[in-house]
């Protein structure tokens, strides 16, 4: 179950709710997210994404503290939360909500 919500919050972020802009209307947009023209809303679901995200994470390498390949899965992991991070900044339009987010994947 806690694999299963790993993946679903890293997609949820990938491709994120309502899509991205597709056309470049000011030279900016194509690429980022349409929900977060509504600031708080998206900010409410990047804070939570990135939280869920980060303890199924935590979960998954406590649970397999013994496992013979750990060292493959933190390198895995940390491979997931790199491009989890590529994705808030390929998506995100405004840099505000950006750093927040960044810091706290990165004090895992």
């Given at each position: 179950m806690t694999s299963l919500n790993a993946a679903v919050t890293f997609q949820a972020e990938v491709n994120p709710p309502g899509g991205v802009w597709q056309d470049?209307?000011?030279k900016q947009t194509a690429g980022r997210a349409?929900?977060?023209?509504?600031q708080r809303a998206y900010y409410v679901f990047l804070?939570?994404?990135t939280v869920a995200l980060s303890t199924s994470i935590l979960l998954i390498v406590s649970l397999t503290c013994r496992f013979p390949f750990r060292f493959e899965l933190c390198i895995a992991t940390g491979a997931m939360l790199i491009t989890y991070g590529s994705a808030v900044f390929a998506v995100t339009p405004d840099e505000s909500l950006r750093f927040p987010l960044l810091i706290h994947i990165g004090c895992w």
């Open positions: 470049d209307r000011d349409i929900y977060a023209s509504q804070i939570s994404n």
